[in-house]
């Protein structure tokens, strides 16, 4: 399995404050992800990484900042945490980029992290 | 963009076969995987096809028509530890869109 892991596994909040999510990786893999999963929604990528410093947005960054010091570690803040948050947070990674997958580039497929449920009371 | 579509849920038999599809538009296509994902748990890749045809590994195969943007999963032998998700996804620029997965239960 591809070393990753996520801290807290966890956690139980209240509205309003700050909440920091911790994925890190000992694959040194280039790539990493935070996504939400939530009934009826599936997988939803919230922001990406592509190296250190660099960072952009996805399907539903509202509400979250992101960043990666190290190549090894993705932070996940949630600035003022809502009840719609509520939600399990998986962190994923992977070797490339999935734009490069296909006939001739082989196979991106991305591991991910065990998971965090985060709970906004 | 990516558009993927999945069945909510399927119920089979132990022993049985089963197969899981997936449906999607895409304005550029980079191979499809499919990730299994147990209660509780991360998803785990399970198998990538980016040429038309059937991969098969063991228990499980995995079909793709790109022309059809269709694809399906289908799992032979079913054990009740198949009880699970099963997410297709299709990489889109630099990240993966998932499909809203598909919850198999086995029945004895």
């Known amino acids: 399995d591809a070393g990753i892991t996520q801290s807290p596994r966890h956690k139980v909040t209240e509205t309003g404050t700050p909440v920091t999510l911790r994925c890190h990786q000992t694959?040194?893999?280039?790539?990493m992800y935070w996504y939400r999963q939530d009934p009826g929604h599936g997988l939803r990528l919230i922001h990406y990484?592509?190296?250190?410093?660099?960072?952009d947005k996805g399907e539903v960054s509202d509400g979250y900042s992101v960043s990666r010091s190290k190549t090894e570690d993705f932070l996940l803040t949630l600035e003022s945490a809502t009840s719609s948050q509520t939600s399990v947070y998986f962190c994923?990674?992977?070797?490339?980029?999935?734009?490069?997958?296909?006939?001739?580039?082989?196979?991106?497929?991305?591991?991910f992290g065990p998971g965090t449920r985060l709970t906004v009371l | 963009g990516q558009n993927i579509d999945q069945p909510t849920e399927m119920t089979a038999t132990e022993g049985a076969i089963v197969q899981i599809n997936c449906t999607y538009q895409?304005?550029?296509?980079?191979?499809l995987f499919w990730y299994q994902q147990h209660a509780g748990e991360a998803p785990t890749f399970l198998s990538y096809?980016?040429?038309?045809g059937l991969e098969e590994k063991g228990r499980f195969s995995s079909f793709l028509s790109r022309s059809k943007g269709y694809s399906y999963l289908l799992l032979k032998e079913l054990q009740m530890k198949d009880s699970a998700s099963y997410l297709c996804?299709?990489?889109?620029?630099?990240?993966?869109?998932f499909g809203p997965g598909t919850r198999l239960s086995v029945l004895p």
């Open positions: 994923a990674i992977s070797e490339f980029t999935s734009g490069l997958a296909g006939v001739g580039r082989g196979q991106n497929e991305q591991f």
């Open positions: 694959e040194n893999h280039r790539y």
């Open positions: 990484s592509y190296g250190v410093k660099d960072t």
């Open positions: 895409t304005s550029g296509f980079n191979g």
């Open positions: 096809n980016v040429l038309d």
């Open positions: 996804a299709i990489p889109g620029g630099q990240n993966f869109v």
